[in-house]
Structure formats: structure tokens, C-alpha cells
């Protein structure tokens, strides 16, 4: 969040969504910044960015997330002046610059090296690892399944939507384009009750027909999880939107 305020600050176009958009990692000095947030959907990005003196020429939105409410008080807290200030002037007070993330990061990188480095030497426990592996995704899919089997309330997505509308209308006023995406998933999931519902009453109040959509139907993404795309597969999907978005005039 804080490195949106510095090096995402002159950015052109910039991603909103989840943490299944947060998988994407646009290349600094591209003109590309992701603002999605863990635990959060596009709704509170776009919060941020009204909220922001960042002005993007487009704002990129995943729609798989957007039934979740805005996180008001986190974008008012993140976008205070002095806040902005401090950070933007004073690098030592920005997280990533704190010891104890040095630190942990510094753990995590030699453990997967660690790990990595075993599984090579390893030919019969990586088999193991891999069979296990796919034996818990097909579970966890199956209980996403059920998770996805209910559709959204229409109220609570029409209550979305109202707000989604407003603060595009004060993003167009400054001059922001905004960008439609659904983000690749199982494809069980792509047609589950809440992913069907959500995306068909997003495309009612913003039809295709008046705004920029982005949807890839044409490849089969490997997902982690069934809702996340794997690393390498998200960074495949960027490289097409990121190709659709920069066509644009």
C-alpha cells in the first residue's frame, strides 16, 4: 500500500482487486501499479485511488471480488496528508523498511531455498510431495465449490454497485478510464452461482457495450488453489491485459 503512494504515485495504469489480482507483478518503471489488496476486493482500491491525488490514465477492475464492501476507514487512514507525507519523504518509516521485515524476509528466502534444494535431491519424496499435493487441491476444490454454490445476495450487490457507480463518476471527472477484468479461476468456479451472479449484474449496471472489458476466454489458466492463479500463470495473464490496456488510445 505505501509504495502506491511513492512509486505508484505516477502510475498509468493501475490494477484494483483482490488478492487473486495480487498475484500480478507488473515490472517497476513500466507505467504499471497493482493496488490489490489481501483480504480486500476492488472496491477498496478504488476508495484509495479517489481518496489519492494519483490520477492514473486507467484503472484496471477485477470483477470476481467486487461483493465485497469498500474498506472506508483503511482508505481514509492510508490517503491522510500527513501520512502521505511522511512516507513519501522519509523512506525509513515505510514497513518494508522496518527490521523486522527485513528479517522475515531474509527467513522465507532461505527456507524455499532450503526446500527446493531437498526436493532436487530428492526424486521419491517430490513425488510423494506431488501426489499429496493434488490429492488436497481436488479437496479444497471441492469445499470452494460449495463455497461458490450460493449466489451473492442481489441486494447487497446492487448496494455495490450504487457505490461502484459513484466514485467512477468522480474517477472520470479526473480523467481516469476505467477497465473491467475477471480474473482467470478454476473453471468450475468461473460458472459457480456467485461468480455468475456477480459478473452478470457488474456487466447490467457497466454493460460491454459502454465500457472497456477485458475477459479471456480463449486459455485454460493453472490455478493454485482454485481461486489463484499460480505465480508464472498470473504473470501470463498480465502480459494479455496489460497487450489489451496499452492498444487503447
Do not use: C
Not at 489488496?37 to 485511488?49: C, D, N, Q, R, Y
Not at 456477480?198 to 459502454?210: A, L, N
Amino acid at each position: 500500500m505505501e509504495s502506491f503512494l511513492t512509486e505508484g504515485k505516477d502510475s498509468k495504469f493501475v490494477i484494483v482487486g483482490s488478492s487473486m489480482s495480487d498475484r500480478m507483478l507488473p515490472k517497476p518503471g513500466t507505467g504499471w501499479f497493482n493496488l490489490s489488496l489481501v483480504g480486500e476486493g476492488a472496491l477498496t482500491g478504488l476508495s484509495i485511488l479517489k481518496y489519492s491525488d494519483t490520477s492514473p490514465k486507467f484503472v484496471l477492475i477485477e470483477v470476481n471480488q467486487l461483493s465485497v464492501k469498500e474498506n472506508e476507514k483503511f482508505s481514509l487512514e492510508n490517503t491522510d496528508p500527513f501520512f502521505v507525507f511522511t512516507r513519501r519523504n522519509f523512506p525509513v518509516l515505510r514497513s518494508e523498511k522496518q527490521p523486522l521485515n527485513y528479517a522475515v524476509g531474509f527467513v522465507l528466502q532461505f527456507t524455499d531455498r532450503l526446500f527446493a534444494a531437498e526436493a532436487k535431491q530428492n526424486p521419491e519424496a517430490e513425488k510423494q510431495a506431488l501426489e499429496i499435493s493434488n490429492r488436497l487441491k481436488e479437496e479444497h476444490l471441492q469445499e470452494v465449490k460449495r463455497w461458490y454454490g450460493a449466489a451473492v445476495d442481489q441486494k447487497k450487490l446492487d448496494d455495490r454497485m450504487t457505490y461502484l457507480s459513484s466514485v467512477l463518476k468522480e474517477l472520470e471527472s479526473k480523467g481516469v478510464r476505467p477497465i473491467f477484468f475477471e480474473m482467470p479461476m478454476h473453471p468450475e468456479i468461473l460458472v459457480s452461482a456467485k461468480e455468475t451472479r456477480t459478473r452478470e449484474t457488474v456487466q447490467k449496471y457497466f454493460p460491454p457495450s459502454q465500457y472497456l472489458w477485458f475477459i479471456d476466454h480463449k486459455d485454460v489458466y493453472e490455478d493454485s488453489d482454485a481461486l489463484h492463479l499460480s505465480y508464472p500463470e498470473a504473470d501470463r495473464f498480465l502480459s494479455k491485459l496489460k497487450e489489451y490496456a496499452e492498444s487503447l488510445p
